[in-house]
């Protein structure tokens, strides 16, 4: 009996391995490649043992604007979800205990717009920030992402501040707390896991967003999923040494945040309404 | 003085009324507990206290001075919750001390009183501890704590001590009567539980549907109670209460039950009433009938409680609850029963308003 359970482990930790090699040879892929030369990446087949180097991040950070394309990128996606959460906690703190006519629907609202295919949405938002003179400017790029955050951060936080008791902003209030003390040092603390979790979901988001930055951005404001386009071709061909090395720093933020971040994203992401969306 | 005086005071939620012209007075320096079944509205008579919620209609007065304006932060009353609600991120210091830092006291400054107030609850030890450090009933004590530490002269518990065993009840029962003497402050606590408010209070106040149905010292409000709803719910086990009717203002009938009435006043009119008996008045199979009312019974339960029998009887499909000694009967088991009642045992109430009309004589 004992030997079968054990038997039916082993196999399903050896499925899930492969399954998680799968997906993760093309990262491996592009990793590998940020540290051969071009011949190595085109090599046929793939060397998995070779000579690293890093001339192709010293070629990478000798660029002109690539520094600039990691500023914009760190700048936009950063203050934007800071913009977003701490509107969002407001927002959640509201609908949670003030409960204002149509919750229900304003929530389902706010989930809604999220679904909205983002080329629906697209044409109609650079005409308007065209006529408001935001494109390619930083205030318009933040703006824009800010809303697309907001919506799912209040879903997100909403549930956390449901989460507390409302006994707390109570004795809070009748020991002489005001409504900003119940929020930033009674609630936050305790949402605090949360607050982590909408950060790095939405910052994720934003930092991989392709569309808007291509069509509302512009020289000033590039960011670097569109400097994968605009720089992927040199000397009439793909310059797959700037695509690997672009790639591998392109995924540091996000994953040192994760591990940064990682006990309170996984409180995050099994409490309050979070459980049932990721 | 009263420590807090309601006037009319009328509060609803949504066209419901949760609060009907309420009535209340307490006084002040007293143990007062507001006791009521679930949902009779204790929570929204504290919340109106406290000004988490503004009356509809009324007047509200805490120590002479009219609070209608009066946020909740300015009544200065110390609260404890009925949930703990200790803060996680503070510690055990931190969560007694917290009413006073909001006041503006400074650290340093609070080191004294939250030692002493810590002594006095012996959590001296749990200080430096987070709240999820502690135990349930370590807990409660914090909470407390924290709601007697501000120095003020109306604390309000709001069940406190539900979900705790009993024994660490018990324990709290002394402590929080001990503090109230020392503080000498007004003590309002609520609960649902019987016990608790016959064991606590110096006077009772009896919340039901919204309305205070009668006050008074615990000991006349157990023995003289002046509301059905009093009768029924202050004891344990609740009281028997069950329809009769009353003949010509002098002779009342029930289920087999027939017996002369003591008006208590000149206000007996004929009609339906509300019969009431505590189960500790039921005698079954008396050895000694002289005087007592007689009935056949059915016993359908008997649970043995250690020193007494909790016996559940049907006269004429009438439920009744009886609580009579363990050693005072042998052998008994579901079956026929005689029932034995004192007359003067049996109180009467009137059907339509609850009040007390008089009692039975032999």
Redesign the interface.
Known sequence: MNRARGWRKTAYHVLLWVIALIFFAPILWIIMGAFKTTDGILAVPPQFVFVPTLDNFVDLFNRPNVLRYLGNSILMSSASVGIAIVVAFLAAYAFSRFKPRGTSFLMFMLLSIRMVPAVAVVIPVSLMYSALQWKDTYFGMIMIYAMFSIPFSVWILKGFVDGV?Q??D?????????RW?IIFR?IL??VAPGLVAAFIFNLIFVWNEFLFSLILGGRDTTSIPVSFSTDLYSDGGVDWTFTASMATVYMIPPILSILFFQKYLLVGMTFGTVRGEV | MLAVEFRNVTKKFKQVVIAQEMNLRIREGRFSVIFGAPGAGKSTLLRLI???DKPDQGEIFLRGVDVGKVS????N?G?V???F?L???YSVFDNIA??LR??GVRKQDCVPVVEQVARQLQITHLLKKKPDQCSGGEKQRVAIA?GIV?DTKIFILDDPLTGLDFKLRERLFDDLRQMREDLGATFIYTTSDPLESLILAEDIHVLDAGKIVESGETDALYAHPQHVRTMELLGFPNTNVFPGTLDDGTRVASQGLRFALAASGSAAKAGDVRIAVRPQNIRINPEFRDGLLVVPADVTLVEDLGGELHVYLEVEKTPLEALIPNAGIESLTEGKATIGIQPGDLKVYSASTGQFIGQGVA
């Open positions: 008791s006994r707390y109570e004795t809070a209030l009748i020991n002489g707390g005001s003390h009674v603390p305790q | 406290t000004g988490l909740a932060a300015d009544r009353i609260y919750p009925q949930s609600a803060y996680p991120h917290y009413p909001l006041m924290r501000k």
